[in-house]
């Protein structure tokens, strides 16, 4: 009982405390315009190279905005309480650590939702694209899988917040590769060998995959297999993430690094 | 000569400064590398391949822009979190002189993303990098840094009054790169929008560079920049003078 009451109410006042900075004045700008330029901009390249249509980009960048809420803000729940100097009370209390960890995911995920669904929809009228109605629902099932997906790298990426003090590097390096391997915006056949390799066991890839085939008329039972993929690939990072930061969490307190700024 | 030496302390203090950043040392370098490489396949995959060349190019002037968009707004930011930015604005010289060389710093930064990008795409992906105008493309260079310093320096000037105004970098990065016509030509986009990019010295400034590498008029675009570039500045003092004075009514200066 006390595990669940850690894992969602724990997890929300976590989220309200470590977020209170995140007024409208700087989320609207961050997370709903700043996407939308993202698809815009990359509709427009794809149409001066004659590339891809547009439907392409705008499913591609909508889906991958997400980890930007989803890989920032899961890092930031470690890097953000050893800023507030609270990081050392959260792991000196006896709380079970997978709820303490894994609660503060959920409102973390609820906001990737939300952001990669507005640009989406917003991105996809600007730009004209049709998606068939029956599409809908199945894509916000992607969307929640790749949203999930993307807090497991974050968790990864906040447990080495535990040892890596340039948290917000880390994380932009960590976008602008999913930017560039994921297939966002180009197709991983046209990539070199090496990266399409890579790009099946990043998080988004599968899921970028499976929301293009739906929004051109594919049903939910035929990207089954790789709506499939991105839970396996988002839960292996969740896993190495909890792993790496139960065993970073013993080195930081036997190093007496835990508070190093 | 107090001017100049002003100018010139600040240029290096925050050249000195970012290079010690390693989030601005990413921003600076690794991302232009990032969005050159994805440019890179991106009009590689189009039917369009010898476009290649020129998204070349357009990749470096991102890195400048993105460089001189956060490092500028930071400018104000930084020094409020660091407890100096009262002390810059009680300082004899008037504030804008203070912070045009930090602007100016930003931007030159920017030549990191522009090198690295040319490195990187010559290096990795075989691209040739040679200008037509070599004297023009030396020229049309510090050009462009001041063309984005002077721009800098009107949105620095909203971070005095408005705390958070930096998240106003988040959403400038794509749409100034749009509109400057610095990857996609202004034609394609919708006409309304030649408008807002004619009036930003940035876009003269990269047709500037792009037409002393590709061949084209490189003086009108350079004059273009500079009257455009005065303006802005001429824009920032007014708009530094209001907001100043309201964050000291206010006494806003030094929240976080």
Redesign the interface.
Same mark, same amino acid.
């Given at each position: 009982m006390s595990s669940v009451r850690i894992f969602f109410i724990g997890g929300a006042i976590a989220y309200r405390g470590l977020f209170n900075w995140l007024s409208p004045w700087i989320f609207v700008p961050t997370f709903l315009v700043a996407p939308v330029f993202q698809i815009l901009l990359f509709v427009y390249i794809g149409r001066s190279a004659h590339a891809q249509s547009d439907e392409f980009y705008v499913v591609g960048n909508a889906l991958q905005y997400a980890s930007i809420p989803c890989v920032f803000a899961m890092s930031n729940t470690i890097a953000g309480e050893r800023f507030q100097k609270t990081l050392g009370y959260i792991l000196a209390t006896p709380a079970g650590r997978l709820p303490l960890f894994l609660g503060r995911s959920l409102p973390v995920i609820a906001n990737g939702v939300f952001v990669s669904a507005f640009a989406f929809v917003v991105g996809g009228l600007i730009v004209g694209i049709h998606v068939p109605g029956s599409a809908v629902g199945s894509l916000g099932l992607v969307i929640v899988v790749c949203a999930a997906s993307c807090t497991g790298l974050g968790l990864l990426s906040a447990a080495l917040g535990l040892r890596v003090r340039e948290t917000a590097t880390l994380n932009n390096i960590v976008f602008g590769l999913l930017l560039v391997f994921c297939g966002t915006n180009v197709p991983l056949r046209e990539l070199p060998g090496w990266m399409s390799f890579l790009s099946q066991g990043m998080p988004l890839t599968h899921g970028i995959e499976a929301a293009r085939k739906l929004a051109t008329g594919h049903s939910l039972g035929s990207v089954g297999g790789l709506i499939g993929a991105e839970l396996l690939v988002g839960a292996s990072y969740g896993v190495a993430g909890y792993v790496l930061l139960r065993f970073m969490e013993v080195q930081s307190r036997r190093l007496a690094t835990l508070e190093t700024q | 000569m107090k001017l100049a030496r002003l100018i010139w302390v600040g240029l290096v203090f925050r050249v000195k400064e970012l290079t010690r950043s390693?989030?601005f040392v990413?921003?600076a370098v690794?991302?232009p590398l990032?969005?050159a490489?994805?440019?890179y396949?991106? /009009?590689?995959?189009?039917?369009?391949p010898e476009?290649v060349i020129y998204?070349a190019l357009g990749a470096g002037m991102m890195g400048i822009w993105t460089s001189t968009l956060f490092a500028s707004g930071g400018a104000i930011s930084w020094q409020r979190w660091q407890g100096t930015l009262e002390l810059l604005v009680a300082s004899p010289p008037p504030f804008l002189l203070v912070i045009f060389p930090l602007t100016l710093g930003s931007a030159t930064i920017g030549l990191y993303s522009l090198t690295a990008t040319l490195a990187w795409e010559r290096l990795v992906f075989g691209l040739p990098f040679d200008p037509v105008h070599l004297g023009q493309f030396v020229l049309a260079v510090p050009m462009l840094i001041f063309a984005l310093g002077a721009l800098g320096l009107v949105l620095a000037t909203s971070f005095v009054l408005?705390r958070?105004a930096n998240?106003?970098s988040?959403?400038l990065? /794509? *749409?100034v790169?749009?509109a400057t016509g610095v990857?996609? *030509?202004l034609s394609?986009?919708p006409g309304w929008t030649s408008w807002i990019g004619w009036t930003l010295s940035p876009t003269w400034g990269f047709r500037a560079l792009r037409n002393s590498v590709f061949g084209g008029d490189v003086w009108g675009p350079i004059g273009l920049s500079l009257a455009l570039s005065t303006a802005y500045f001429a824009i920032a003092w007014v708009l530094m003078g209001i907001f100043e004075r309201r964050a000291r009514e206010r006494a806003t200066l030094s929240l976080v």
């Open positions: - | 390693g989030l990413f921003t690794i991302e990032i969005f490489t994805l440019t396949y991106l /009009f590689n995959a189009g039917s369009k476009t998204s408005y958070n998240a106003l988040n959403m990065e /794509f *749409p790169w749009l990857i996609v *030509p394609l986009l």
